[in-house]
């Protein structure tokens, strides 16, 4: 199974993918972690990536088409993948649709996890007193939210479009909310 994790930054997408990646069996990749660990490694990626992310843009997609074409050929992705932070523009969903295409299968299920801007903000700032991410300072925070509705939410219309797209309600306990996944996809 294909599924795509949509969603602002702070929504849950990392803390769910994971335990939905337990029950189903499932691989998630995230591009946020294998870009950290480029920037971390020091690669021509994570040089080219850093500024961006350290700002709240987004990595440009000519530097991010190769990363996600490579993760969708590595052997684990073969017989699905778990997509968190990841197509982030409609020109990388259709990057993905195209690879996916290629070998006769797609994204199955686009899942949109929802909450109100004011519980993210709460969360981010958050996360940034725990963990110390160079992007969750406040500027960086506001960006990457911004950046979010901008590019990203868009690919909520690209997924309803083709009929794919499920959403649930992003505020609760992480046991509440995985309950919604697995009714979203009918577990
Ligand atoms: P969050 O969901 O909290 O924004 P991520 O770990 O998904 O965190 O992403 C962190 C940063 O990495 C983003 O702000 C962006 O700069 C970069 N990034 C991650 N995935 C992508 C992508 N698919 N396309 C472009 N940039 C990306």
Do not use: N, W
């Not at 500024?51 to 992705?77: C, F, K, N, R």
């Not at 911004?146 to 909520?156: D, K, M, R, S």
């Amino acid at each position: 199974m294909y599924l795509v994790l949509l969603g602002p930054p702070g929504a849950g997408k990392g803390t769910q993918g994971a335990l939905l990646a337990k029950r189903a069996g499932l691989v998630k990749i995230a591009t946020g972690d294998l870009l950290r660990a480029a920037v971390r490694d020091g690669t021509p990626l994570g040089q080219q990536a850093k500024g961006y992310m350290d700002s709240g843009q987004l990595v440009p997609d000519e530097v991010v088409l190769g990363l996600i074409d490579e993760v969708l050929a590595a052997p684990e992705a073969r017989h699905g993948v778990i997509m968190d932070g990841f197509p982030r523009t409609v020109a990388q969903a259709e990057a993905v649709d195209q690879h996916l295409d290629e070998r006769q299968c797609g994204v199955d299920l686009a899942l949109g996890i929802t909450v109100p801007r004011d519980e993210l903000i709460r969360r981010l700032r958050g996360r940034a007193d725990q963990e110390g991410r160079s992007d969750d300072t406040p500027e960086a925070i506001r960006a990457r939210l911004g950046v979010y509705e901008e590019e990203t939410a868009p690919l909520i219309a690209y997924y309803k479009g083709k009929g794919i797209l499920a959403e649930v309600d992003g505020v609760g306990t992480v046991e509440e909310i995985a309950a919604r996944i697995d009714e979203a996809l009918g577990q």
